[in-house]
């Protein structure tokens, strides 16, 4: 990707004047005040996508409420939340409206949120408006990246990106409503890789501007060398995701240890990979990491069915993927359910 003058210009005076990392100390401090973080990423079962979450004619605050009210059920603390940044673009102020709506109602629920500004994940070339309906089957067949492949390769497409990010992080940078600022979710995904990294490396500089009074990460996945070596070294606290059984996830966090900062797994449990809430749960709650589960109730994201496996003919399948309860409220496991319960008390 290349650069113009100016971008390096606007990045290199960005970079002067952002506020350095959190010390160990600091965010070892922040996390000492915080209840054990315990809960799941949270998309309402009637959106495919972040933009149907989002969107003006789409945002739904009934059924999150409602269904936020599952999560308190089961004694969770916090829930993950994707942003994106086109409802910003489009009318900042009503989409910042919404946001506080949403954060009024997570508080209601005693509910403590981290938020995702930007993702690499899934269908390329986002679009306001209208969003295609669940394919059958598919997982996550509807979800969009966040800007999406032109504007990563596109610096003069960034000022819009900056504002986002400096303006939603300004609002919310003393709520404690807010937990933390997850900047950029699996952003080498996509067969980007190393490319992503102008746009990672802005991004943080543009929140470390900000100054938030909450944490500032974006977790380590796969084995992309260069994104991972960076968040690790310019996250305030840890983040990571983890998909495998109990043995390979406590190895993970012995690993991450090392690093003397807290830990959040901001994305696990996937029960047909043996990463399962009876699996995992003990040993985040051993280790004192926070935990975040994929998917709290079946819907629109079709996130019951596994990423790779389509199943067109099914309405579900036998062992569902990700997810917690049906729209209904019921679970799918009810003995899960009792056991995550058992675990937060």
């Not at 606007?10 to 970079?15: A, D, H, K, N, Q």
């Not at 809960?39 to 003006?56: R, T």
């Not at 739904?60 to 603390?77: K, Q, V, W």
């Not at 990563?152 to 992080?169: E, I, M, N």
Request: aromatic share 12%.
């Amino acid at each position: 990707m290349k650069l113009s003058s100016l971008t390096l210009i606007l990045l290199l005076t960005v970079s002067a004047l952002a506020e350095p990392r959190w010390t160990a100390d600091q965010a070892n401090q922040w996390y000492a005040r915080q209840a054990w973080p315990v809960g799941c990423n949270f998309v309402p079962s009637s959106a495919i996508n972040e933009l149907e979450m989002w969107q003006q004619d789409t945002f739904d605050p009934a059924i999150i409420d409602r269904e936020l009210g599952y999560a308190e059920s089961l004694g969770m603390n916090t829930v993950r939340v994707f942003l994106h940044n086109l409802p910003w673009e489009e009318d900042q102020q009503a989409f910042l409206a919404r946001i506080q709506r949403y954060l009024e109602m997570a508080d209601k629920h005693h509910i403590k949120t981290t938020f995702v500004l930007f993702d690499s994940c899934w269908n390329d070339n986002p679009q306001s408006g209208h969003q295609p309906p669940p394919k059958p089957g598919v997982h996550n067949s509807g979800w969009v990246r966040s800007p999406g492949t032109a504007r990563l390769f596109d610096s003069r497409t960034w000022g819009p990106l900056q504002d986002y990010v400096q303006g939603v992080v300004s609002r919310f940078r003393d709520d404690p409503r807010v937990l933390a600022w997850d900047l950029y979710n699996e952003p080498s995904n996509s067969g980007y890789k190393d490319a992503v990294m102008p746009l990672l490396r802005a991004t943080f500089e543009w929140a470390q501007k900000v100054n938030p009074s909450q944490p500032l990460t974006s977790g380590v996945w796969d084995n992309h060398t260069m994104s991972n070596d960076f968040m690790l070294e310019n996250s305030d606290v840890v983040s990571f995701h983890n998909y495998e059984p109990a043995a390979k996830l406590e190895g993970q966090i012995l690993a991450l240890q090392k690093r003397g900062r807290p830990l959040l797994c901001t994305e696990y449990m996937a029960r047909t990979r043996q990463s399962t809430f009876q699996n995992c749960l003990p040993v985040f709650k051993k280790y004192r990491v926070a935990a975040y589960n994929w998917g709290l109730v079946s819907g629109k994201s079709n996130t019951i069915f596994e990423w790779d496996k389509p199943i067109p003919e099914t309405p579900e399948p036998r062992v569902w993927f990700h997810d917690i309860f049906r729209r209904d409220g019921s679970p799918f496991d009810a003995t899960e359910v009792d056991f995550i319960r058992s675990q937060l008390k």
